[in-house]
Nanobody, 126 residues
Framework: QVQVVESGGGLVQAGGSLRLSCAVS????????MGWFRQAPGKEREFVAA????????YYADSVKGRFTISRDNAKNTVYLQMNSLKPEDTAVYYC???????????????????WGQGTQVTVSS
């Protein structure tokens, strides 16, 4: 059974930074495509960033491009989301997801992911 656990959320002022971590246990992490999504109150879950199995290919939502960076450490079974220049509209619960049999290099559609974490709250104050 694959388990996905996020950490690193918190309260930060606008313009600040946070780094989210996502630890994955079970299975073969290096074969998984990984992604980050977020859900703000009253809104649908939306794609944030994705990374390929080896980490060489990444993809971002336009709203975070240039501010967020997704990366992974396959030796530590962990994927990261470095968030810089945070804005109040980045406030949301952030979820990490694992796709264990990816058909493409990166996976941007939520319903393609097999396993999800419980989420970590990120709040950006103005």
């Amino acid at each position: 059974q694959v388990q996905v656990v996020e950490s690193g959320g918190g309260l930060v002022q606008a313009g600040g930074s946070l780094r989210l971590s996502c630890a994955v246990s079970g299975g073969t992490f290096r074969s998984y495509a990984m992604g980050w999504f977020r859900q703000a109150p009253g809104k649908e879950r939306e794609f944030v960033a994705a990374i390929s199995r080896g980490g060489s290919t990444t993809y971002y939502a336009d709203s975070v491009k240039g501010r967020f960076t997704i990366s992974r450490d396959n030796a530590k079974n962990t994927v990261y989301l470095q968030m810089n220049s945070l804005k109040p509209e980045d406030t949301a619960v952030y979820y990490c997801a694992a796709e264990t049999r990816p058909r493409t290099l990166v996976v941007v559609t939520a319903n393609e992911y097999d396993y999800w974490g419980q989420g970590t709250q990120v709040t950006v104050s103005s």
